[in-house]
Protein backbone atom coordinates (compact mmCIF):
# COMPACT_ATOMS: atom_id res chain seq x y z
CA UNK A 1 0.00 0.00 0.00
CA UNK A 2 3.02 2.68 0.69
CA UNK A 3 4.75 1.74 -2.81
CA UNK A 4 1.30 2.64 -4.33
CA UNK A 5 0.68 5.78 -1.96
CA UNK A 6 4.75 6.72 -2.94
CA UNK A 7 3.42 6.56 -6.70
CA UNK A 8 0.73 8.66 -6.16
CA UNK A 9 2.06 11.25 -4.77
CA UNK A 10 5.36 11.86 -6.44
CA UNK A 11 5.78 15.65 -5.72
CA UNK A 12 4.99 14.44 -2.15
CA UNK A 13 7.51 12.56 -1.74
CA UNK A 14 10.13 14.57 -3.49
CA UNK A 15 9.65 17.25 -1.05
CA UNK A 16 10.25 14.82 1.78
CA UNK A 17 13.72 13.48 -0.05
CA UNK A 18 14.86 17.33 -0.20
CA UNK A 19 14.12 17.61 3.56
CA UNK A 20 15.91 14.44 4.46
CA UNK A 21 18.54 14.95 2.12
CA UNK A 22 19.08 18.63 3.02
CA UNK A 23 22.52 20.55 1.05
CA UNK A 24 23.21 17.15 -0.91
CA UNK A 25 20.25 17.70 -3.05
CA UNK A 26 22.64 20.51 -4.82
CA UNK A 27 25.68 17.78 -5.55
CA UNK A 28 23.14 14.47 -6.24
CA UNK A 29 19.79 14.88 -8.18
CA UNK A 30 18.19 11.29 -8.24
CA UNK A 31 15.84 10.10 -11.22
CA UNK A 32 12.21 10.03 -11.06
CA UNK A 33 11.05 6.53 -9.17
CA UNK A 34 14.50 5.62 -7.67
CA UNK A 35 13.85 5.21 -4.43
CA UNK A 36 11.45 2.90 -2.99
CA UNK A 37 10.57 0.75 -0.22
CA UNK A 38 14.45 -1.45 -0.02
CA UNK A 39 16.02 2.22 -0.50
CA UNK A 40 14.22 3.63 2.64
CA UNK A 41 15.86 2.65 6.23
CA UNK A 42 13.50 1.30 9.16
CA UNK A 43 11.90 4.01 10.94
CA UNK A 44 14.00 6.58 8.32
CA UNK A 45 10.31 8.24 7.90
CA UNK A 46 8.43 9.16 11.01
CA UNK A 47 5.08 11.11 11.27
CA UNK A 48 7.27 14.77 11.83
CA UNK A 49 8.94 14.28 8.33
CA UNK A 50 5.73 13.98 6.75
CA UNK A 51 4.47 17.01 4.98
CA UNK A 52 0.52 18.01 6.13
CA UNK A 53 -0.51 17.37 2.65
CA UNK A 54 0.70 13.71 2.66
CA UNK A 55 -0.64 13.08 5.96
CA UNK A 56 -3.96 13.94 4.63
CA UNK A 57 -3.49 12.11 1.62
CA UNK A 58 -2.36 8.54 3.94
CA UNK A 59 -5.35 9.82 6.59
CA UNK A 60 -8.63 7.10 5.67
CA UNK A 61 -12.11 7.69 7.08
CA UNK A 62 -13.19 7.79 10.46
CA UNK A 63 -14.27 4.02 11.49
CA UNK A 64 -17.31 3.12 13.19
CA UNK A 65 -17.58 4.81 16.64
CA UNK A 66 -16.46 1.97 19.43
CA UNK A 67 -18.14 0.71 22.18
CA UNK A 68 -18.95 3.07 25.38
CA UNK A 69 -16.52 2.34 28.26
CA UNK A 70 -17.25 1.85 31.49
CA UNK A 71 -19.04 4.00 33.77
CA UNK A 72 -15.97 5.66 36.00
CA UNK A 73 -15.70 5.90 39.56
CA UNK A 74 -17.54 7.93 41.48
CA UNK A 75 -16.30 11.32 41.91
CA UNK A 76 -15.84 13.23 45.43
CA UNK A 77 -19.07 15.37 46.39
CA UNK A 78 -19.28 18.82 45.15
CA UNK A 79 -19.04 21.80 47.20
CA UNK A 80 -22.38 22.65 49.00
CA UNK A 81 -24.40 24.91 46.76
CA UNK A 82 -26.02 28.23 48.00
CA UNK A 83 -29.57 28.24 49.87
CA UNK A 84 -32.61 27.94 47.48
CA UNK A 85 -35.45 29.99 48.49
CA UNK A 86 -38.08 29.35 51.31
CA UNK A 87 -40.74 27.19 49.64
CA UNK A 88 -44.65 28.20 50.31
CA UNK A 89 -45.78 27.45 53.96
CA UNK A 90 -47.63 24.33 54.37
CA UNK A 91 -51.07 23.35 55.72
CA UNK A 92 -51.28 23.69 59.68
CA UNK A 93 -50.98 20.74 61.65
CA UNK A 94 -52.91 19.33 64.09
CA UNK A 95 -52.93 21.04 67.93
CA UNK A 96 -50.63 19.39 70.08
CA UNK A 97 -51.30 18.00 73.81
CA UNK A 98 -51.90 20.56 76.15
CA UNK A 99 -48.97 21.42 78.14
CA UNK A 100 -48.68 21.17 82.18
CA UNK A 101 -50.16 24.26 83.90
CA UNK A 102 -47.89 27.19 84.49
CA UNK A 103 -46.97 28.78 87.92
CA UNK A 104 -49.57 31.29 88.87
CA UNK A 105 -48.89 35.11 87.65
CA UNK A 106 -48.46 37.61 89.88
CA UNK A 107 -51.84 39.39 91.00
CA UNK A 108 -53.33 41.99 88.84
CA UNK A 109 -54.23 45.79 89.73
CA UNK A 110 -57.54 45.96 91.61
CA UNK A 111 -60.59 47.32 89.00
CA UNK A 112 -62.58 49.89 89.93
CA UNK A 113 -65.27 49.20 92.27
CA UNK A 114 -68.67 48.33 90.65
CA UNK A 115 -72.09 49.63 91.41
CA UNK A 116 -73.96 48.89 94.63
CA UNK A 117 -75.86 45.86 94.67
CA UNK A 118 -79.63 46.08 95.99
CA UNK A 119 -80.15 45.91 99.58
CA UNK A 120 -79.87 42.48 101.15
CA UNK A 121 -83.05 40.94 103.18
CA UNK A 122 -82.84 42.07 106.79
CA UNK A 123 -81.25 39.64 109.07
CA UNK A 124 -82.53 38.34 112.49
CA UNK A 125 -82.79 40.10 115.38
CA UNK A 126 -79.74 40.50 117.71
CA UNK A 127 -79.35 39.60 120.86
CA UNK A 128 -81.27 41.71 123.10
CA UNK A 129 -79.74 45.02 124.87
CA UNK A 130 -79.00 44.52 128.69
CA UNK A 131 -79.98 47.48 131.09
CA UNK A 132 -79.16 46.43 134.14
CA UNK A 133 -77.59 43.37 135.70
CA UNK A 134 -77.89 41.98 139.06
CA UNK A 135 -75.99 38.75 140.66
CA UNK A 136 -77.19 36.69 144.36
CA UNK A 137 -74.59 34.12 145.46
CA UNK A 138 -75.79 31.95 148.22
CA UNK A 139 -75.47 29.08 150.08
CA UNK A 140 -78.79 28.29 151.07
CA UNK A 141 -80.68 24.92 150.94
CA UNK A 142 -84.09 23.73 151.28
CA UNK A 143 -85.41 20.01 151.59
CA UNK A 144 -89.18 19.67 150.32
CA UNK A 145 -90.82 16.92 151.05
CA UNK A 146 -94.75 15.95 149.34
CA UNK A 147 -97.98 15.56 151.37
CA UNK A 148 -100.80 13.76 149.77
CA UNK A 149 -102.61 17.75 149.80
CA UNK A 150 -99.48 18.82 147.79
CA UNK A 151 -99.73 15.92 145.29
CA UNK A 152 -99.01 16.59 141.61
CA UNK A 153 -98.65 20.91 142.32
CA UNK A 154 -96.27 23.22 142.31
CA UNK A 155 -95.10 24.14 145.74
CA UNK A 156 -92.96 26.65 147.18
CA UNK A 157 -89.20 25.81 148.18
CA UNK A 158 -87.48 29.14 148.79
CA UNK A 159 -87.54 33.00 148.54
CA UNK A 160 -84.43 35.29 147.51
CA UNK A 161 -86.63 38.19 148.35
CA UNK A 162 -86.91 41.32 146.25
CA UNK A 163 -85.30 42.45 143.37
CA UNK A 164 -85.92 45.77 141.18
CA UNK A 165 -86.95 46.05 137.52
CA UNK A 166 -86.30 49.79 136.45
CA UNK A 167 -87.99 50.15 132.80
CA UNK A 168 -92.11 49.04 132.43
CA UNK A 169 -90.91 47.85 128.92
CA UNK A 170 -88.20 45.67 129.62
CA UNK A 171 -87.91 42.00 130.54
CA UNK A 172 -86.32 40.42 133.18
CA UNK A 173 -84.34 36.84 132.29
CA UNK A 174 -83.41 35.17 135.57
CA UNK A 175 -80.83 32.14 135.15
CA UNK A 176 -80.05 30.20 138.34
CA UNK A 177 -77.19 27.77 138.49
CA UNK A 178 -77.79 25.13 141.52
CA UNK A 179 -77.82 21.26 142.58
CA UNK A 180 -81.23 19.36 142.46
CA UNK A 181 -81.93 15.57 144.50
CA UNK A 182 -84.86 13.41 144.67
CA UNK A 183 -84.16 11.12 147.60
CA UNK A 184 -87.30 9.04 146.77
CA UNK A 185 -89.05 7.51 144.30
CA UNK A 186 -90.58 10.18 142.56
CA UNK A 187 -89.23 12.86 139.85
CA UNK A 188 -88.55 16.41 141.35
CA UNK A 189 -89.38 19.63 139.25
CA UNK A 190 -87.73 22.99 140.19
CA UNK A 191 -89.16 25.88 138.62
CA UNK A 192 -88.27 29.78 139.03
CA UNK A 193 -91.00 32.46 139.64
CA UNK A 194 -91.76 36.02 139.77
CA UNK A 195 -94.65 37.57 142.35
CA UNK A 196 -95.88 33.74 142.05
CA UNK A 197 -96.09 33.10 138.12
CA UNK A 198 -94.43 31.16 135.78
CA UNK A 199 -92.36 33.37 132.51
CA UNK A 200 -96.05 32.47 130.91
CA UNK A 201 -97.92 34.07 133.57
CA UNK A 202 -99.54 30.71 135.10
CA UNK A 203 -99.26 28.37 137.89
CA UNK A 204 -97.89 25.19 136.16
CA UNK A 205 -94.95 24.20 134.01
CA UNK A 206 -93.51 26.52 131.17
CA UNK A 207 -90.69 24.74 129.81
CA UNK A 208 -87.70 25.95 131.54
CA UNK A 209 -87.68 23.36 134.17
CA UNK A 210 -84.78 21.45 135.69
CA UNK A 211 -85.91 17.73 136.85
CA UNK A 212 -84.08 15.54 139.34
CA UNK A 213 -85.39 11.54 138.19
CA UNK A 214 -86.00 9.30 141.14
CA UNK A 215 -82.86 8.18 143.71
CA UNK A 216 -80.62 10.79 141.53
CA UNK A 217 -78.61 14.00 142.04
CA UNK A 218 -77.63 16.18 139.40
CA UNK A 219 -76.14 20.13 138.15
CA UNK A 220 -79.15 22.14 137.51
CA UNK A 221 -79.37 25.03 135.19
CA UNK A 222 -82.83 27.07 135.51
CA UNK A 223 -83.27 30.10 133.46
CA UNK A 224 -86.59 31.98 132.57
CA UNK A 225 -87.67 34.96 130.80
CA UNK A 226 -90.39 37.32 132.16
CA UNK A 227 -92.40 40.04 130.46
CA UNK A 228 -95.15 42.26 130.82
CA UNK A 229 -93.90 42.78 134.56
CA UNK A 230 -94.28 46.86 135.61
CA UNK A 231 -91.46 48.80 136.76
CA UNK A 232 -90.12 48.62 140.05
CA UNK A 233 -89.64 45.83 143.06
CA UNK A 234 -90.81 42.30 142.12
CA UNK A 235 -90.63 38.83 144.36
CA UNK A 236 -88.41 36.12 143.62
CA UNK A 237 -89.00 32.26 144.57
CA UNK A 238 -88.19 29.07 143.65
CA UNK A 239 -90.99 26.24 143.41
CA UNK A 240 -90.63 22.32 142.90
CA UNK A 241 -93.41 19.96 141.64
CA UNK A 242 -93.85 16.16 142.77
CA UNK A 243 -96.21 13.89 144.45
CA UNK A 244 -97.31 12.42 147.61
CA UNK A 245 -93.99 11.01 149.67
CA UNK A 246 -91.83 12.43 147.88
CA UNK A 247 -88.45 14.15 149.11
CA UNK A 248 -86.79 16.76 147.04
CA UNK A 249 -83.86 19.00 147.89
CA UNK A 250 -81.59 21.67 146.22
CA UNK A 251 -78.66 23.73 146.88
CA UNK A 252 -76.78 21.30 149.29
CA UNK A 253 -73.76 20.51 147.42
CA UNK A 254 -71.79 24.70 147.96
CA UNK A 255 -72.72 27.79 146.54
CA UNK A 256 -75.59 28.71 144.19
CA UNK A 257 -75.25 31.81 141.44
CA UNK A 258 -78.52 33.63 140.30
CA UNK A 259 -78.04 36.02 137.51
CA UNK A 260 -81.01 38.51 136.96
CA UNK A 261 -80.79 40.91 133.29
CA UNK A 262 -83.33 43.67 132.42
CA UNK A 263 -83.64 43.60 128.81
CA UNK A 264 -84.81 45.77 126.22
Not at 2 to 10: E, G, L
Not at 96 to 115: H, I, Q
Not at 212 to 219: E, G, I, L
Not at 242 to 250: I, L, M, Q
Amino acid sequence: MIITQVKHNAVALTALFVALGGTSYAAVKLPAGSVGSRELKKEAVTLPKVAPAARRELQGAAGPEGDAGPAGATGPAGAQGDAGPAGPAGPQGPAGDRGPTGVDGPAGKNGKDGTAGPAGATGPAGAPATYNRTFIRTAATSDTPFRPLEDGKFIWAYGFGSISKQQATTALRVTMSTSIESVYLSNCTYGLRIDGKNATGGVGADGSEAVAVSHAAVPALIQSTFTGLAAGSHRLDLYVHSFNDAYCRWGWQGMSAITIEELK
